[in-house]
């Protein structure tokens, strides 16, 4: 019996090209509800609004290079205002398996979520099953540029291109939180498998049985 696949050496390491400079927008920077909650962890706590201004000024203006997602990290080098870019993290905690429990088990649930994960929607419940976005403090910025500010500009770009990220695509969350689309994926397709034979099962007519003795019975 072949032993069940475990996650490709890439599964867990995606790297996206740099996203293209787009119009100042003072609303909303994200266009998804999971994108501006992203955001928001990092606003709700920054400490200094000019930095946040100049971060997403940044973003707009295309000064992130090639976005690197990992299990816990998001990395870029960014561009500020000297010519070499600075290497910027953002650190986050990954899930453990408990959590990762009830976030599947909340998804396999319904087969609305499965299929509203496929289509790159990010249903409420199952981001609230095992608190998949980060709350405020949650989010953990580092850059190698002099400014210690929290976050520095840099960071705060890299946020904000992140968010456009998980716009387009809500498994980048999963894989920061730990697992990768394929992992995800194929564990919902047991869970859903399983389910069905247990649904089957239940509903399968009682079969017949026969007395052993009596069968035997000159």
Known sequence: MTAPRGPRHDDRRRTFP??????????????????????????????????LQRGRAYADRGQVDAITVTPGRVMAYVHGSRPRPY?????????????????????????????????????????????????????????????????????AALCYQTARLLDEDPFVLFLMRGRAESEVLADLTRRNATRSAAERTTSAPPTATVDAAAALAP
């Not at 996203?19 to 100042?24: D, E, H, K």
């Not at 003072?26 to 000019?50: K, P, Y």
């Not at 993290?89 to 609305?112: Q, S, Y």
Request: net charge negative.
């Open 87 to 155: 290497r910027t993290e953002i650190r986050l905690r990954t899930l453990g398996d408990d959590d990762w429990e009830d976030l599947l088990d909340a998804a396999a649930a319904r087969p609305d979520h499965i299929a509203a994960l496929l289509d790159k929607d990010m249903p409420h419940s199952i981001a609230a099953s095992a608190d998949l976005l980060p709350a405020a403090g949650d989010l953990t910025p580092d850059c190698s540029c002099p400014d210690d500010g929290y976050p520095c500009k840099h960071a």
């Open 18 to 51: 740099a996203l293209s400079p787009r119009p100042g927008d003072q609303g909303a920077f994200a266009a998804t509800w999971w994108g501006n909650a992203w955001v928001d962890s990092m606003e709700d706590t920054a400490l200094d609004t000019a930095r």
